[in-house]
């Protein structure tokens, strides 16, 4: 059973830095893409940032600049650099993954238990 686990989260000033992880664990063969989606209050369901397998990167405009997504393919981990936030980076950011069990299956879709991000002065 695939599981993805998040840490990370927390409270942060305006300006401030916080760095999320998300590790993938259970038996699987490879991760296809890794990322970062994100939900505020009364709003969808967002995407922040994803790192496919090959290393390329997609952010949001609203963080381009700000956050950084990288990989520890030998933890299995993903990280989210966050820098600068602002206070419309506060939300629930849960982390998801496309993960393939055994190398001819089908990806599937895993996601994390959220972590929140408050930004506040």
């Known amino acids: 059973q695939v599981q993805l686990v998040e840490s990370g989260g927390g409270l942060v000033q305006p300006g401030g830095s916080l760095r999320l992880s998300c590790a993938a664990s259970?038996?699987?063969?490879?991760?296809?893409?890794m990322g970062w989606y994100r939900q505020a209050p009364g709003k969808e369901r967002e995407l922040v940032a994803r790192?496919?397998?090959?290393?390329?990167?997609y952010y949001a405009d609203s963080v381009k600049g700000r956050f950084t997504i990288s990989a520890d393919n030998t933890k299995n981990t993903r990280y989210l650099q966050m820098n600068n936030l602002k206070l419309e980076d506060m939300a629930v950011y849960y982390c998801?993954?496309?993960?393939?069990?055994?190398?001819?299956?089908?990806?599937?879709?895993?996601w994390g238990q959220g972590t929140q991000v408050t930004v506040s002065s």
């Open positions: 998801h993954a496309k993960i393939r069990s055994r190398p001819v299956s089908l990806l599937s879709d895993y």
């Open positions: 259970g038996l699987f063969f490879s991760i296809n893409v």
């Open positions: 790192i496919t397998s090959d290393g390329s990167t």
